[in-house]
């Protein structure tokens, strides 16, 4: 590796093309473990039993590069086509040199390829590795430190309008802040779900002797308050208790109804809890604008709303993904249909007990 500055300068020029626009880094910034690295990769080829490097607390150079990497703002994209950018610049030079390729070269190359590979493998590793702690930090912050100050907004909205002194002006706020505090928890909540359920952590479920009759009632009762307006129907058929994760079962409920009111134009909302053979079936329906055909398959996937709702910043597309993910935790299944004739139909079947 006579060539190394030649290399490294190259590395460099790569590394300042695509580093973050905020920010500037000098030349040992650029270059920091592309030289420990290369050296790396040229002892291997010598001697493919060579013992590797690490710092004092056991970190290879190529660990320690993706920690400097993540620190400065790169992607995982940028870190990986830093590698590309080296293993072409190399194998650019050895090109020139050899015209012809031996049999020895062949080899040295292919050594050389997995030395890359391998220094790669541990940069991206540990940059995902990052990655997740940086999200679970995330994930403790809005569960946990959100939760305090919005119960305490919750809090003092009530008691503006509970207070006796209260005009009805500040009733109206009062219940106005805390329907909002409320939605920020719900929010929050499907967030957490989200990112949770996304990081393959799947949905915790717990499951308890519940009754879905007690919870449906609880939850229609709530909307019935919270949007006077709206007509909700409640059908109640046969016995539903079984062991299923109540408040999880209640976030579907919450979810589906919510939409039926948001999306159903005024429409009669009907939700029906039915206990059939091993199992119970939730249904809710509603009428007013109809889920596109070509939309339906697409409707539980994350983040996505339909063509009529995409520019309303208010609500995230969440809801049904998470209905879903909670459904899959307890084997269950959901289905939509939604035609001009019939309204729009949301159906969860749930297993009575799961093995
Ligand atoms: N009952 C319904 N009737 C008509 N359209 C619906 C109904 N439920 C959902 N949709 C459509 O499906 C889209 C996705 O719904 P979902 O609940 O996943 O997200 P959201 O309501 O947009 O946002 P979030 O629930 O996260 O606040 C909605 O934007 C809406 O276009
Ligand atoms: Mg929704």
Same mark, same amino acid.
């Given at each position: 590796m006579n060539n190394m500055e030649h290399i490294l300068q190259g590395w460099e020029d790569f590394a300042r093309k695509i580093q973050p626009p905020h920010r500037s880094m000098d030349v040992h910034e650029l270059r920091d473990h592309a030289r420990e690295i290369l050296e790396e990769v040229a002892m291997e080829l010598a001697n493919p039993d060579f013992a590797r490097s690490r710092d004092? &607390? #056991? $970190?290879t150079p190529a660990e320690i590069h993706a920690d400097t990497r993540a620190v400065s703002g790169f992607s995982v994209d940028q870190l990986l086509a830093e590698y590309r950018a080296l293993r072409v610049s190399v194998l650019d030079l050895w090109s020139r040199r050899e015209k012809t390729a031996t049999w020895f070269e062949v080899e040295d190359m292919t050594r050389f390829n997995e030395a890359i590979d391998r220094a790669l493998a541990e940069s991206v590793s540990r940059y995902s590795e990052g990655q997740h702690q940086a999200q679970d930090v995330f994930l403790g912050i809005i569960g946990h430190d959100l939760r305090t100050p919005l119960s305490a907004i919750s809090l003092g909205a009530t008691y503006l309008m509970r207070s006796? $002194? &209260?005009d009805s002006k500040l009733i109206q706020l009062g219940s106005r802040m805390f329907n909002s505090a409320e939605r920020m928890q719900e929010i929050i909540d499907n967030l957490l779900d989200f990112v949770r359920s996304r990081s393959g952590l799947g949905i915790p479920v717990h499951r308890t002797e519940v009754d879905l009759a007690v919870i449906a009632e609880q939850i229609i009762e709530e909307f019935r308050v919270s949007n006077p307006g709206a007509v909700i129907h409640a059908v109640l058929e046969g016995d539903v208790r079984g062991r299923w994760d109540g408040a999880r079962i209640g976030q579907i409920y919450q979810n589906l109804i919510g939409n039926a009111i948001q999306y159903g134009d005024g429409t009669t909302v009907t939700v029906s809890t039915l206990a059939r053979d091993g199992e119970a079936v939730l249904i809710v329906h509603n009428g007013g604008t109809i889920i596109p055909q070509a939309v339906q398959p697409h409707i539980?996937?994350?983040?996505r709303r339909g063509p009529e709702h995409? #520019? $309303?910043?208010? $609500?995230? #597309?969440l809801g049904l993904y998470i209905v879903r993910e909670i459904v899959i935790a307890h084997h269950g299944t959901i289905d939509v249909t939604s035609t001009e004739e019939e309204g729009t139909t949301f159906t969860v079947r749930l297993p009575r007990q799961a093995e």
């Open positions: 004092a &607390s #056991g $970190n006796e $002194n &209260s539980f996937d994350p983040l995409a #520019g $309303n910043r208010k $609500n995230m #597309g």
